[in-house]
């Protein structure tokens, strides 16, 4: 009997349990640890912070869905991975508090022969001061997040409502946010919306990022063929915002956030400030820090993370300038290179450099987009993960199953307006996620695979992709069938 | 002192850089029967996306 562990019930902790239960004999088990009781599909987070959903519809209980087919849940945040056991019991374990706080039992030690960490982003609020909804500004990360944005709007469409002029700002909280194409999604949600409550006359709308061009997001921006042309992504980008009257900052770095008042560093140095009365920004991501400790009871973090808390997976962390960085790099097993038995997949795992150009500001401020993990492909490495994982309890002696960003292509739909007739999203296939520029020399990318549009048909997709995947995450009948 | 708002693009004059869409283009956007053809055929370049993976 083996015993499999996955910390995390996001998109790809969930995905990775999933499958390891579909595929693993009964006598085997598969075991979630989260610290939440719900499932949340967070892209359509977006539409609840501007109102159009409400929780319910984003998020449900895993506990019945869970038994139903035979995977345990147990409820609380990893902190420790013992890898090695401890001095009277060899057998490895994680170390999970109890989510509810003054729970009876206090910590639980939970054994594992294989794990998989898919812990997903830490979100750092505090790496900017006043930054997040406990301090100045909004976020739609999760959905209590998203429920407060929707209130907040509320408010600001009331104001509006009585002749006031409102200054929304939307964009990155700090300059080495990752997640861009998120904000995206909810400044163009937001405009449509306030045009939908017939206020947007009274309201300016502002987009600031610490992306280098609009429309880099994270990933080196694309290209699109488009009337005889090759074009970046940046022209679409700066056309959309241009058309619904969105101004932009780029190269911004967000070092404080005062009531109605942001400051921020650009790349060539300035200290600027831009004021406001509704302002969405997102955090930086680190890893959730969890703490490795060898038999002895030493600390071994260092050897199974990075500094930044993600964790060290097949990939290669050698220093290297941004010119001498190779796909090759990128990892393909999500294997830890310490532990044979133990996996990161999603934004758990270290990736090990920017696809964006690294900039920095005269001051020394990193100013940036480091690379985003979006859902498919954390979807993805969740699934290999688990394919990789069964064949090794079947007695593969290495993983099976491979899922490299650099050798995967993404679908993806960016919402820029929610209604079934006047709505409109940008629908886009990237291939590979990462550029390989020593296979497509000019671009990167390969140019049949690589395509992207926005209307109404895009919407439409939305929309399906929103049902399909709750459906999917539901385990529901034929889920396994339904793509990543 | 720093700026206060400066920086932002685009004020006015660059905006005559951006590229806009014609207004037919922004009309076929939503125009609903060439939006069932576009729907097919990005689902099916989506799904050959996801095959080829
Ligand atoms: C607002 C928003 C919109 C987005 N829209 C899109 C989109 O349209 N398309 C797209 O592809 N991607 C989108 N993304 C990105 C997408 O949500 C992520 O790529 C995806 O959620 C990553 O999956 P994950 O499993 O790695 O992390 P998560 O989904 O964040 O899951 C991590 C899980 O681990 C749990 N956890 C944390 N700490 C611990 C611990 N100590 N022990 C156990 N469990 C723990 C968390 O509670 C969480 O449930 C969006 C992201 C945001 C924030």
């Given at each position: 009997m083996s015993r499999v562990v996955v910390l995390g019930a996001g998109i790809s902790g969930h995905t990775a349990a999933s499958f390891a239960r579909k595929w693993l004999p009964a006598r085997d088990t598969v075991t979630v640890v989260s610290p939440n009781a719900e499932y949340n599909w967070i892209p359509s987070n977006i539409w609840v912070g501007v109102g159009l959903m409400r929780p319910e519809q984003v998020a449900f209980p895993l506990a019945p869905v869970y038994e139903r087919h035979g995977i345990e849940l147990v409820q609380g945040a990893a902190r420790e991975i013992h890898p090695e056991g401890d001095a009277g019991d060899p057998r490895p374990y994680v170390v999970v508090e109890p989510a509810r706080a003054g729970s009876a039992g206090g910590p639980e030690k939970v054994h594992y022969d294989f794990l998989v960490?898919?812990?997903?982003?830490?979100?750092?609020?505090?790496?900017?001061?006043?930054?997040g909804p406990g301090a100045h500004s909004l976020s739609v990360c999760t959905v209590d997040h998203a429920v407060q944005t929707a209130a907040a709007l509320d408010e600001a469409v009331e104001r509006m409502r009585r002749g006031e002029h409102q200054r929304f700002l939307v964009g990155m909280g700090h300059g080495s946010c990752t997640c861009e194409g998120a904000a995206f999604e909810y400044v163009v949600n937001l405009e449509f919306e306030l045009r939908a409550r017939k206020v947007r006359d009274k309201a300016e709308i502002v987009w600031i990022t610490n992306e280098h061009e609009l429309g880099d997001f994270g990933m080196g921006g694309m290209h699109l063929r488009r009337g005889g042309y090759v074009v970046p992504s940046a022209v679409f980008t700066a056309s959309l915002f241009a058309e619904r009257g969105i101004r932009w900052i780029t190269r911004a770095h967000v070092d404080r956030v005062e009531p109605g008042l942001v400051h921020y560093e650009t790349l060539d140095g300035a200290e600027r400030e831009e004021p406001f009365d509704f302002a969405m920004l997102l955090p930086p991501f680190s890893g959730v820090g969890l703490q490795a400790v060898d038999a002895g009871g030493g600390a071994m973090t260092d050897r199974l993370f990075l500094p930044n808390g993600f964790m060290r997976v097949d990939a290669d962390y050698t220093p290297k300038p941004f010119e001498a960085w190779e796909v090759a790099d990128w990892p393909r097993t999500y294997q830890s290179p310490e532990l044979p038995n133990v996996f990161a997949a999603g934004i758990a795992f270290a990736p090990p450099h920017a696809i964006s150009r690294p900039h920095t500001s005269p001051t020394g401020t990193p100013i940036a987009p480091a690379p985003p993990r979006t859902g498919m492909p954390s979807a993805e490495i969740g699934r290999a993960v688990a394919r990789s994982i069964v064949d090794m309890i079947g007695g593969a002696p290495r993983p099976t199953a491979t899922a490299s960003m650099a050798e995967m292509g993404a679908a993806c739909v960016a919402s820029a307006g929610a209604n079934p007739l006047t709505g409109t999203a940008a629908s886009m296939t990237v291939y590979p996620i990462v550029p390989d520029f020593a296979r497509?020399?000019?671009?990167?990318?390969d140019m049949d695979r690589t395509f992207g549009e926005i209307g109404l048909a895009g919407h439409w997709i939305k929309i399906l992709l929103h049902h399909l995947f709750l459906y999917k995450a539901r385990l529901r009948p034929g889920w396994s069938l339904i793509p990543e | 002192m720093p700026d206060r708002h400066t920086p932002l693009e685009p004020p006015g004059e660059e905006l005559a850089y951006v590229t806009r869409p014609t207004r037919w283009t922004v009309f076929l956007r939503t125009f609903v029967p060439w939006q069932v053809w576009r729907f097919a055929r990005i689902n099916v370049k989506m799904i050959r996306m996801v095959r080829r993976h």
């Open positions: 960490n898919a812990t997903g982003p830490s979100l750092r609020f505090d790496l900017t001061e006043g930054l497509w020399p000019d671009y990167g990318r | -």
